[in-house]
């Protein structure tokens, strides 16, 4: 079954930055648009921006220019980009999709830890 796997996150310094990657797991499996969530400990999941499969963007109010969310067609890659990171920024962050290959459903990353801390 095809999977979307998720990397990056770690430990990072206030005013840092940081990118996190999402693919899937078959590379023939074109991922269709992503969005991107975060849950910090003891809040409930919550959206930070999307992207659409033909490029589009939108982000939550709270990104305030700080995060941006891209993608590399070629290489199947979603890409989530933090920078001046913010000690309220630590927290698991998710990637999602609807579609993959073609095929509807719930596909979330498996989660990456991001901590901001000096």
């Known amino acids: 079954q095809v999977q979307v796997v998720e990397s990056g996150g770690g430990l990072v310094q206030p005013g840092g930055s940081l990118r996190l990657s999402c693919t899937s797991s078959?590379?023939?499996?074109?991922?269709?648009?992503m969005a991107w969530y975060r849950q910090a400990p003891g809040k409930e999941r919550e959206l930070i921006g999307s992207?659409?499969?033909?490029?589009?963007?939108d982000y939550a109010a709270f990104v305030q220019g700080r995060f941006s969310i891209s993608r590399d067609s070629a290489k199947n890659m979603y890409y989530l980009q933090m920078n001046n990171l913010k000690p309220e920024d630590t927290a698991v962050y998710y990637c999602?999709?609807?579609?993959?290959?073609?095929?509807?459903?719930?596909?979330w990353g498996q989660g990456a830890q991001v901590t901001v801390s000096s």
């Open positions: 999602h999709t609807d579609q993959v290959g073609g095929n509807r459903g719930d596909y």
């Open positions: 078959e590379p023939r499996f074109v991922i269709d648009g």
């Open positions: 992207i659409s499969h033909d490029g589009w963007t």
